[in-house]
């Protein structure tokens, strides 16, 4: 039998992979149920979206009962509201019971990054949680892999809706792994009322801290996982025409720096701080990188595609050390709603993002299913400009950081 936190790690990142899978499933999905259904650029970015809005709904809520009745618990039966949901996805023959599935399985793997992070961080001392948050982020990358060149693979050989039915048994095999097997850490101060929980859930709302933490890391996480999980095939398609099974290893290749940019990044952080460079300001500077190679790409710099689609997942996932560095400025009992908090406004940001960029696409005639260059261009530009305008408020000098964590804790007291 592993050790406890290995068994915590192993466990809870099997349980983000599934979560991550069902994120970017469509990219793969997405020419067959176009054609099957003839569905617009801004139809194909709703349906898809509707799994950020489910997650995102169920956040709050999510925390507090993370924080209420712990991972294992929480994580586990949520994951049978996503089972329930793909099931319903897979056999649905309209888009208004599609919606309505991907709603349920965003709703159902809402719980699985901060459960994940919350028995992360009563598992292991906090010194470590950089890397070990980006270990869990990279085995979920693993998912971002799968739903390139192995996705289009098993489509070569199977329909979109047995790929549904699949995954429906992936993740209540997960799930029951997780009940039956992850351990349960014990707290040993008196739980809170329900009530009294979502009122820690205001107080971090009403965090400078939290705000100027999350400034950044919101907007670039946004940014990426919306196009990671529907938009990078198409402008791999219409701007830089690829084919289809190019396309998709491209996109593997993205999940696969994804994951190394989360391992290296979080191995290094620790590296940084001894050398004077704080873990807020080494995750600035990961996302400014973040925005330099998207204008990279924008401007087709004379680079190979493999290497600026490597440099856009290795630094994508940079945003994950916000997460750290939450941990450091918030107490125990509130790690849960924080990082539900964070995952909150990612993912709302991640809804109106792949449904703006589907908005901005549609305004344009597809030629042969694919929209021009000036389309993707126009999207792309004011996705940079939010994140410059949000780099901006995230480097500026602030004194909310520099508080005691004694004093941090004290304000947040239920």
């Not at 994120?23 to 099957?36: D, S």
């Not at 994580?75 to 599935?101: D, E, P, S």
């Not at 087709?300 to 490597?310: E, F, R, Y």
């Amino acid at each position: 039998m592993c050790s406890t936190p290995l068994r915590v790690f192993l466990l809870f990142s099997a349980g983000y992979f599934v979560s991550y899978v069902f994120r970017g499933v469509n990219l793969g999905f997405a020419p067959l149920i176009t054609h099957e259904l003839r569905l617009s650029a801004t139809d194909l970015g709703l349906l898809t979206s509707l799994y950020f809005l489910g997650f995102a709904g169920a956040q709050l809520p999510a925390g507090v009962l993370l924080d209420h009745y712990g991972s294992r618990r929480v994580t586990a039966g949520m994951l049978l509201f996503a089972a329930a949901g793909i099931g319903v996805f897979g056999a649905a023959h309209g888009v208004g019971a599609m919606m309505a599935g991907r709603l349920l399985i965003g709703v159902g793997v809402s719980v699985c990054l901060g459960g994940a992070f919350k028995a992360l961080a009563q598992h292991f001392p906090t010194a470590r949680l950089p890397l070990i948050n980006g270990l869990v982020m990279a085995v979920g990358g693993l998912g971002g892999v799968a739903v390139g060149s192995p996705l289009t693979w098993v489509l070569t050989f199977a329909s979109w809706r047995a790929v549904c039915f699949a995954l429906v048994v992936l993740t209540i095999a997960v799930a029951a792994m997780l009940w039956a097997f992850a351990p349960e850490k014990q707290e040993t101060r008196h739980q809170a009322s329900l009530v009294s929980q979502f009122k820690g859930t205001w107080h971090i709302l009403r965090s400078a801290a939290f705000w100027k933490i999350a400034s950044f890391s919101v907007v670039t996480q946004g940014v990426f996982y919306a196009m990671q999980s529907l938009w990078v095939g198409a402008w791999l398609r219409d701007v830089s025409g690829f084919g289809t099974h190019k396309a998709a290893a491209l996109v593997s290749v993205l999940g696969f720096a994804m994951m190394a940019g989360c391992v290296g990044f979080g191995a290094a952080a620790r590296g940084m701080e001894r050398r004077g460079l704080s873990l807020y300001a080494f995750c600035g500077v990961g996302m400014a990188l973040f925005v330099i190679t998207q204008l990279l790409i924008m401007l087709q710099a004379p680079l190979p595609a493999g290497l600026l689609w490597a440099a856009y997942g290795v630094f994508g996932g940079v945003g994950i050390l916000s997460y750290a560095v939450l941990a450091r400025h918030f107490p125990p009992h509130l790690i849960g709603r924080a990082n539900t908090t964070l995952t909150l406004i990612i993912f709302l940001l991640i809804f109106g993002f792949q449904i703006g960029v589907g908005a901005v696409l549609s305004r344009w005639t597809p030629v042969d299913g694919h929209y021009p260059r000036a389309a993707h261009l126009m999207a792309w530009g004011v996705l940079v400009g939010l994140q410059l305008a949000s780099a901006v408020w995230y480097m500026l000098p602030s004194r909310v950081l520099a508080k005691d964590p004694a004093h941090i804790h004290a304000e947040h007291q239920p």
